[in-house]
């Protein structure tokens, strides 16, 4: 890997966003809509929106940078683009870093926003620190740029990649605890959430939302999380192609 290439491509990524507005406006605003949304259809109840607030506080970002991700790096790739940067002394480490890179700092914003929307403006009742939802949010964010680019491999359209979402998000959104708590569901699928990152990142948030200090659990879901992002993206550069089949 080189740092100058890596750099060089996260700023031509970062360009092409710019010109974007609309897969800007999705990656920052949508959660921040969606949290406000939620927050006021529980106007009557606000703990419930404390006991799912901070759980959703992770998981969408992470929807959002899937969805973006994987159609900005198909398009790249259906587009011819991506074939012209791997002709030349371009490694796929290097692109794959500099895609991560690029998709990571506007990671940062979004997380940003939506946890200061959140806690701030919204109330959202949080008797940890709030600086530790929003490293949660953060890595959520990344990994969904991870499973981007990784999916991104194996759509031939646009319209593909977007179908992925089903295969690779849904199972998690419902296995991961958000609806009922993992413990109680059938042996065999709380043995499928154990193994699946979104459950460590809801795990997470609900350690920073009932304990005022940093536990063991946190630390084990944070690396969790982390780790399975960097091999998501080490599985990408190994399948990153020049071209679509």
């Keep these: 890997m080189s740092t100058a290439r890596t750099l060089a491509t996260a700023a031509r990524v ?13 990656m920052l605003l949508v959660p921040c809509v969606m949290l406000f949304l939620l927050r006021y259809v529980f106007d009557g109840s606000p ?15 992470l929807i959002t940078m899937f969805l ?13 683009t991506l074939e012209r940067l791997l002709a030349m002394p371009l490694g796929k480490a290097d692109l794959i870093a500099g895609y991560a890179l690029a998709f990571g700092l506007l990671a940062v914003v979004q997380s940003t926003l939506a946890t200061g929307l959140a806690v701030w403006f ?3 009742d949080v008797i940890g620190s709030p600086w530790l939802l929003l490293l949660v949010a953060l890595l959520d964010a990344l990994l969904g740029t991870a499973l981007g680019l990784f999916v991104s491999a194996f759509a031939a359209s646009e319209f593909q990649a977007v179908q992925f979402m089903p295969a690779v998000i849904f199972p998690q ?27 460590y990142a809801v795990d997470g948030m609900n350690q ?15 690396l969790v999380v982390a780790g399975c992002a960097l091999l998501v993206l080490g599985l990408g550069a190994a399948t990153l192609r020049r071209r679509t089949a």
Excluded at 47 to 61: E, K, R
Excluded at 68 to 80: C, N, Q, W
Excluded at 181 to 196: C, F, G, K, T, Y
Excluded at 208 to 222: Q, W
């Design 208 to 222: 920073v939302l009932h304990h005022p200090e940093i536990t063991g659990d946190f630390v084990r879901d944070a």
């Design 47 to 61: 703990g419930t929106f404390d006991n799912i607030g901070a759980s959703l506080l992770g998981i969408f970002p």
């Design 14 to 26: 970062l360009r092409q966003l710019r010109h974007d507005p609309r897969s800007i406006a999705l």
């Design 173 to 199: 959104l419902l296995l991961c605890g958000l609806f009922t708590p993992r413990d109680r569901m059938a042996p065999a699928l709380e043995a499928i959430s154990d193994a699946l990152p979104m459950s």
């Design 122 to 124: 919204l109330g959202l």
């Design 68 to 80: 973006v991700t994987s159609i900005a790096t198909l398009r790249e790739r259906t587009s011819g």
